[in-house]
């Protein structure tokens, strides 16, 4: 198997496991080699004989989930890595093809939270900090991207910002990365609070607030807007909020 001999390999097993069909190890091995040689049915047959034994193993189990995986059968795949996971706490691996599975049934969030798992494990595994990026672009769009980076937009909302909202409590709606939150704190905002709607940005958004310091200063609920409990807006907020929205327009148009 080592040298490569797939098909003598496969034989050998084979002439084991015709003496003694319960033999965990090589079961398994001859499910590897099945795989590897293309003949995934035969290969989930041979290892759910090898996973079913009381010595099975975490890869045992692990290299069962590849085999139900690329068969279709995803959610017996997932059980397969999560028992490998159970067996072997530190299996980074079992880890990131756990999320691959959640990943492309769009449970995303569970996917991210395994692939973090992964990296936490093999920091260098290259594997899972990929299926992390494909995983938050799943979430992000590309255009917010663009969005942030825009300088002239930035620029025009913090100058509004600044003229409207010192000794002022201020709610700030979808934050994605906390930057016009931060633009309020900043400029002497009584409190701020943000929502965001998609948790796992939510989170993010905390950790960039910290790293910028604005941790304490600044709290993100991990809501939708119209889950907040914001009380009836005054007609002093609403004109202060269009006149707020005049000003960005005004100043957008400025910097044209």
Same mark, same amino acid.
């Given at each position: 198997?080592?040298?490569?001999?797939?098909?003598?390999?496969?034989?050998?097993?084979?002439?084991?496991?015709?003496?003694?069909?319960?033999?965990?190890?090589?079961?398994?091995?001859?499910?590897?080699?099945?795989?590897?040689?293309?003949?995934?049915?035969? @290969?989930? $047959?041979?290892?759910? &004989? %090898?996973? !079913?034994?009381?010595?099975?193993?975490? +890869?045992?189990? #692990? =290299?069962?989930? *590849?085999?139900?995986?690329?068969?279709?059968?995803?959610?017996?795949?997932?059980?397969?890595?999560?028992?490998?996971?159970?067996?072997?706490?530190?299996?980074?691996?079992?880890?990131?093809?756990?999320?691959?599975?959640?990943?492309?049934?769009?449970?995303?969030?569970? @996917?991210? $939270?395994?692939?973090? &798992? %992964?990296? !936490?494990?093999?920091?260098?595994?290259? +594997?899972?900090? #990929? =299926?992390?990026? *494909?995983?938050?672009?799943?979430?992000?769009?590309?255009?917010?991207?663009?969005?942030?980076?825009?300088?002239?937009?930035?620029?025009?909302?913090?100058?509004?910002?600044?003229?409207?909202?010192?000794?002022?409590?201020?709610?700030?709606?979808?934050?994605?990365?906390?930057?016009?939150?931060?633009?309020?704190?900043?400029?002497?905002?009584?409190?701020?609070?943000?929502?965001?709607?998609?948790?796992?940005? *939510?989170?993010?958004?905390?950790?960039?607030?910290?790293?910028?310091?604005?941790?304490?200063?600044?709290?993100?609920?991990?809501?939708?807007?119209?889950?907040?409990?914001?009380?009836?807006?005054?007609?002093?907020?609403?004109?202060?909020?269009?006149?707020?929205?005049?000003?960005?327009?005004?100043?957008?148009?400025?910097?044209?």
């Amino acid at each position: 198997f080592r040298a490569g001999r797939l098909e003598d390999a496969a034989e050998l097993c084979r002439a084991i496991l015709a003496r003694d069909p319960a033999q965990t190890e090589t079961n398994h091995l001859l499910g590897v080699i099945l795989f590897r040689l293309g003949n995934a049915r035969a @290969a989930r $047959d041979v290892l759910a &004989r %090898a996973v !079913a034994a009381p010595r099975a193993n975490a +890869e045992m189990f #692990n =290299n069962f989930g *590849a085999v139900l995986n690329a068969l279709g059968e995803t959610e017996r795949a997932a059980a397969a890595y999560s028992r490998a996971i159970a067996l072997q706490p530190d299996f980074a691996q079992a880890y990131n093809n756990l999320g691959v599975v959640h990943l492309n049934a769009k449970r995303t969030v569970e @996917a991210i $939270d395994a692939f973090n &798992r %992964a990296l !936490a494990i093999e920091p260098g595994l290259t +594997e899972a900090r #990929n =299926n992390l990026r *494909a995983a938050y672009n799943n979430v992000i769009p590309a255009w917010h991207f663009a969005m942030m980076d825009d300088a002239r937009r930035n620029d025009a909302y913090e100058a509004a910002i600044a003229r409207a909202v010192k000794g002022k409590r201020v709610l700030d709606i979808g934050t994605g990365a906390g930057l016009l939150a931060m633009m309020a704190a900043r400029a002497g905002a009584k409190s701020v609070v943000t929502c965001e709607a998609v948790g796992i940005i *939510a989170h993010q958004a905390r950790e960039i607030l910290k790293r910028n310091g604005f941790g304490e200063s600044i709290t993100v609920v991990a809501k939708d807007s119209s889950q907040m409990a914001v009380g009836k807006r005054s007609e002093e907020h609403t004109s202060e909020l269009q006149s707020l929205r005049h000003l960005v327009c005004r100043l957008l148009l400025e910097k044209k």
